[in-house]
């Protein structure tokens, strides 16, 4: 369903020490009408009945419903975008991934420098 590479598990990792138990990675993406996918991330300590809740690598991902058929197939990965400007990237696993020194493409997502949180 998604993939999550070290670089980021590591990342995630660290936010969800740094968050406390019982916090879980709420990862959420829908379709633009022109085709292209916006991703969104966060710390979140609600989980709904109705959604999936998906074990990679370790970490506990909340996915809401409405966001399983755009996130299928997604990878999270976290690159330099240029010297010192670290983020998390969201790609397409059929896709290249992003060039460490190029920016994400439109509909890519992060959540910040140091963590998602």
């Known amino acids: 369903m998604v993939e999550i590479t070290p670089a980021a598990a590591e990342q995630i990792r660290a936010a969800l020490r740094d968050a ?53 197939g997604t990878v999270i990965d976290y690159v330099e975008i240029e010297p010192g400007d670290l983020r998390f990237v969201f790609y397409r696993a059929d896709e290249m991934p992003p060039a460490e020194d190029a920016a994400p493409k439109a509909g890519g997502g992060s959540c910040g420098k140091g963590g998602c949180g």
Request: proline share 6%; glycine share 12%.
């Open 20 to 72: 406390g138990e019982g916090v879980a990675l709420r990862v959420a993406a829908r379709r633009r009408p022109d085709g292209e996918t916006e991703y969104g991330m966060g710390l979140d300590e609600r989980r709904e009945q109705d959604e999936e809740v998906v074990t990679e690598t370790g970490i506990t991902l909340l996915v809401s419903p409405p966001s399983l058929e755009a996130i299928a």
